[in-house]
């Protein structure tokens, strides 16, 4: 019967592995006629199974871009995106030796902070390494301070070491520290460690908030509002949920300020076609660099009670305020100064992160989210939903901790701790500001006022002549330049259509922090330029001037570098 099956659908020499497998599968069982039949039997099954696959697939993958989840094919991340494949390449061609006009690829595409020359804060390591490896509480050369904290820290993991499973919420005494740090900062407006879940980075929180949100079909699916530019992993976690994204632009002539009147606008369109149900803040904001003031913020919480629309604040840039004119005003703080009218009833959740501030940890992957007002049913499915991933990283929670609970005035470690904190800031500032005076400068491009976060995002004017180019190789214009900028100066950098804009503008956005990037001033023969490495940039301008006079000639050959 099997070998009657076999000749009707396959060639001889898949006969022959058929009846290797039945040999072996008779031997194996070894337990008489009996256990022959079932060995057969089961065998019979299974090459027929095995032929329906093999004759279904015809030599296909099971799993093809074509049959795949079609939310992950939508799914786009600008910020490691084609930009950043090609830098690899280029590094890889450097490695093995080809010769190009510079030496390096400076990584300006993402805003990781020591992978830009950005040195740790000494207290944070002193306390994660001890967390790590208790044997160093022995060492002399960690403050008791440190050791007090990790101490502490250790106390409360199972079995008193960092590599043991956390609540699924985090660590009891760190969740009790982000509330207090939270309580302090907002000027004593109470936080409860029942509302606060130590996350995998700020992104494991967002995407996990965004994934409560999403429901229904057709007109009823869930909508999202984003301010455009975003970042791209609002738009992403959209896609991959199949929701609805819904844009509202932010006023670049007005300094990226954010209009009631235009998020009004885009509300009342999106209701004809799904249902509006959340609203994301970024502030301050990524890539565009502007911090919300108070009115705008209240502004906003009006606009969500009014609307009935849930709140996410993305707050994980609080440290990063350079102009002395702006400030930090957390969403939780004016919502409860706003009265119990709204703050009896806005639902809010906010995001913070050790990526950022003065920090930099990005690797550590620590994080928090805090929820105000929402339903205790939906509550106790977040907790349901965070506990399918166990906990976020121990070593990174550590590190959330000692942002939160810093060394204090008259311990060990407050003077150096400090010292550091304000020279990682000021260093910030300082390079925003020289970022965007270098920016303005060069023709072709123009840079609002960096008040905060660690990004520039200068408008690129375009030539018609480079656009049309940039067609003809099937790019956005911005990618395009980008591209060349990538290839020709080593410089990587995202192209704004990666972050969304306005139909007919360009931009993109620069990591300014690296410490290779400034290096040198602006000499009196390049004034229009950027640095690369230890001297100054192959003129970034330049590109956009040849295409402007209608040269043909490239970068390459457009004069000395």
């Given at each position: 019967m099997y070998a009657a099956g076999v000749r009707g659908a396959v060639d001889c020499g898949i006969r022959r592995r058929a009846a290797l497998r039945l040999g072996w599968r008779l031997t194996d069982r070894g337990a008489g006629p009996a256990g022959a039949w079932g060995s057969a039997a089961s065998l019979i099954t299974e090459g027929a199974a095995s032929l329906l696959r093999d004759n279904g697939r015809s030599g296909d993958k099971v799993l093809t871009i074509g049959n795949m989840n079609p939310q992950v094919r939508a799914v786009e991340y600008a910020v490691r995106g084609p930009i950043v494949i090609k830098a690899a390449e280029i590094e890889k061609e450097l490695q093995q030796g080809s010769q190009k006009p510079f030496t390096e690829v400076i990584r300006a595409n993402i805003g990781d902070a020591h992978a830009m020359g950005q040195q740790p804060i000494t207290f944070l390591r002193q306390v994660v390494a001890l967390c790590t490896y208790p044997e160093l509480f022995e060492s002399p050369q960690f403050p008791a301070d440190a050791k007090e904290r990790a101490q502490r820290i250790l106390l409360d993991c199972g079995g008193q070491s960092l590599g043991s499973y956390s609540a699924s919420q985090g660590l009891d005494c760190i969740r009790r520290d982000v509330a207090k740090y939270v309580e302090t900062r907002d000027g004593g407006i109470p936080a409860d460690p029942d509302?606060?879940?130590i996350t995998t980075g700020a992104s494991d929180g967002i995407t996990t908030i965004m994934k409560l949100l999403v429901s229904g079909e057709g007109r009823m699916r869930t909508g999202l509002m984003i301010p455009i530019p975003q970042y791209p992993l609002y738009s992403a976690a959209i896609a991959d949920l199949n929701a609805v994204q819904i844009n509202y632009y932010l006023d670049e002539d007005n300094g990226w300020a954010l209009d009631k009147n235009e998020l009004k606008r885009n509300l009342n369109m999106a209701r004809e076609y799904c249902n509006p149900k959340a609203l994301c803040i970024i502030n301050p904001g990524n890539p565009t660099g502007q911090v919300q003031s108070r009115q705008c913020i209240e502004d906003v919480i009006t606009f969500a009670y009014e609307e009935k629309l849930f709140l996410l604040a993305d707050e994980v840039y609080q440290e990063n305020?350079?102009?002395?004119?702006c400030k930090f005003h957390s969403f939780k703080k004016v919502l409860h100064e706003m009265g119990p009218e709204y703050s009896n009833t806005?639902?809010?959740?906010?995001?913070?992160?050790?990526?950022?501030g003065y920090t930099g940890e990005c690797g550590l992957r620590g994080g928090y989210m805090e929820v105000f007002n929402m339903d205790p049913e939906v509550q106790a499915q977040l907790e349901k939903l965070l506990s399918v991933r166990l906990c976020s990283p121990v070593p990174g929670q550590v590190a959330m901790d000692v942002v939160v609970n810093p060394p204090k005035p008259g311990e060990e470690s407050y003077e150096m701790f400090t010292s550091e904190k304000m020279r990682v800031l000021h260093n910030l500032a300082e390079k925003a500001?020289?970022?965007?005076?270098?920016?303005n400068t060069i023709p072709g491009m123009r840079c609002n006022h960096l008040q905060g976060a660690m990004y520039a995002f200068p408008r690129i004017f375009i030539p018609s002549k480079a656009i049309k180019e940039a067609e003809t190789h099937g790019m956005a214009p911005d990618m395009f330049y980008?591209?060349?900028?990538?290839?020709?100066?080593?410089?990587?950098?995202?192209?704004?259509?990666?972050?969304g804009q306005k139909e007919g503008t360009y931009h993109?956005?620069?990591?300014?922090?690296?410490v290779r990037l400034f290096s040198t001033p602006p000499s009196a023969e390049v004034?229009?330029?950027f640095t690369t490495r230890r001297g100054f940039v192959c003129n970034i301008g330049r590109w956009l001037y040849i295409y402007k006079i209608g040269h043909e000639q490239r970068l390459s050959t457009a004069g000395a570098r």
């Open positions: 509302n606060i879940y305020i350079h102009s002395k004119d806005v639902e809010l959740v906010s995001f913070n992160s050790t990526s950022k500001k020289l970022s965007e005076e270098v920016l980008c591209m060349r900028l990538l290839e020709e100066t080593g410089i990587c950098v995202v192209p704004g259509s990666g972050f993109f956005r620069g990591e300014p922090h690296d004034p229009l330029s």
